[in-house]
Every structure is written in C-alpha cells, then in structure tokens.
C-alpha cells in the first residue's frame, strides 16, 4: 500500500498545528517559485550560445556545478533522513548540533525503515527523496526530447519503482493514469502536503550550496560516505556523468553564462 510522508508525520503527531502546516507549504511554494525564477532568468539567448565540449574548462567548470548540487542533494537527504518529522527543538534535545551522517535508529527516530522512506541504517543511507530523483534521472537517460509532461508522466508510470516514492507524488501520477487529470495540469490543483521536514528542507538547501559553489563545498568524507553508502542501489557520481552525457549530446549545455 502506498503511504505518504504527510501520513507519516501525521502518525508520530508530528505535525499537529494547522498554521504551521501552512507556513510550511508557503515556505516550499516560494522555494519552487525562487528555482524556477532563477532559472528562467539564466536562460537569455543560451540556445543561441555555442555548445560546450567534453575536456573544456567551461565543461569542467559546468561539471563542478553540476555534481556539487546532485551530490549536496544526496547529502543533505542522508544527513535530514534520520530525523525527519522531528520538531527542531527534539532534534536539539536528541542528537545535539550534529556535524556528520546518523544512523538511522528507532528511537530517538521516529519511523521504521521500509521502502518509501530509508532502506538501511547505515549513515549516509539515502531515502525517498533521492529514489524519486533517481527515476526523474533515468527519465532523460532513456527517452529523447522534446520532453513534454505527458512523456514523464508515462515513463514514470511504466518504469519507475513507486515502493521507494513518497506515497503523496505517486497521487498525482495515477490521477494522470485514470483519465482524471492532464498531465500538463496535474500540479496545478494537487494539494501535497508535508514537504518542510528537516529532510526536505536540507536537501533542497544543500543542492542550491552545491550548484553555486561546486562540489568542494562538501568535506571529502561527506561526498565519499553518501556515495559508498549507497552503492547497493546506484552509482551517484556515474548517474550524473551519464546525465552529463546526455545533455551534451542534446545541446542543452552552453557556453553562455556558465564560466562567471
């Protein structure tokens, strides 16, 4: 059965105050809202600018950028998992100002591991979060452009792995497979939910850090620990070169506004 975070948290009473749900859900709209004007405002004539090549230091500089937010995703995901659905103050009490990965342990955590949120207890493990970006991934390693919605839509319909998504996402999706929703529409309406947890918000920082400062923004132990951890299921650094790859290849890499 599907389950979705917001249930989760629900569970372990978590969140119980309705204006803080809302805070929450406004804080992650302007988040999305802020990503999305930054990028609209990157864009300029970048398709009128020349295409970059492998080797180049605009490449190299792209790649920094680029692994530094994928990675600082994971890691901020690794780092958030352990105490999600917590209340700051019981994350103060437990654990402290904690400057490396936790276990994931129950208690002082408050979920199970299972499929959907964490795999193992190992520190460094990776939860939904990083599944669902995985699947977005394989989305353009197997498909060619243009991407539209409804091409996402039915991929992760067909290929993605929904035991690992967080139940909430996987709605709207079947919303789309029902006939009830375009898939161009589906969001517009979709009331989610959950989305300010510590893992959330850890991991949408931590990817904005990586992409404006590059992959050294993470201490070497850090970038080794999430990536060895999770092994088992994927290959983080070669996921993002073979997604590099493919933006290549589709001229979706330029030379306009990369190198500062």
């Not at 991929?155 to 996402?169: E, I």
């Not at 999770?230 to 001229?251: F, H, Q």
Request: glycine share 10%; with cysteine.
């Amino acid at each position: 059965m599907e389950k979705s975070g917001q249930d989760n948290c629900r569970r372990v009473g978590h969140v119980k105050d309705a204006s803080l749900q809302y805070c929450r859900r406004e804080f992650m709209k302007r988040m999305g809202l802020a990503t999305a004007s930054a990028a609209v405002a990157g864009l300029g004539d970048v398709f009128a600018a020349p295409l970059i090549s492998k080797g180049t230091p605009e490449f190299d500089f792209y790649r920094d950028r680029a692994m530094g937010c994928w990675l600082g995703a994971a890691i901020g995901d690794a780092m958030g998992g352990p105490v999600e659905c917590q209340h700051y103050k019981r994350i103060e009490r437990h654990y402290g100002d904690f400057t490396d990965f936790l276990p994931y342990k129950k208690p002082p955590g408050l979920l199970d591991l299972r499929p959907g949120y964490a795999l193992y207890a190992t520190p460094g493990s990776i939860t939904d979060d990083t599944f669902i970006r995985l699947d977005l991934t394989r989305f353009y390693l197997h498909t060619e452009p243009p991407y539209t919605p409804a091409q996402l839509a039915d991929y992760l319909l067909k290929h993605a792995d929904f035991s690992n998504w967080w139940g909430q996402a996987v709605k709207v999706l079947r919303r789309i497979e029902q006939g009830q929703v375009s898939a161009e529409e589906a969001g517009l309406d979709h009331i989610q939910g959950g989305g300010g947890d510590a893992d959330s918000i850890a991991t949408n920082t931590a990817s904005w850090l990586g992409a404006i400062s590059g992959e050294s923004v993470w201490p070497k132990k850090w970038r080794q620990n999430v990536q060895e951890a999770n092994l088992i299921e994927v290959d983080l650094r070669k996921t993002l070169d073979d997604l590099l790859a493919v933006a290549l290849k589709n001229g979706s890499v330029r030379t306009e506004k990369i190198m500062p």
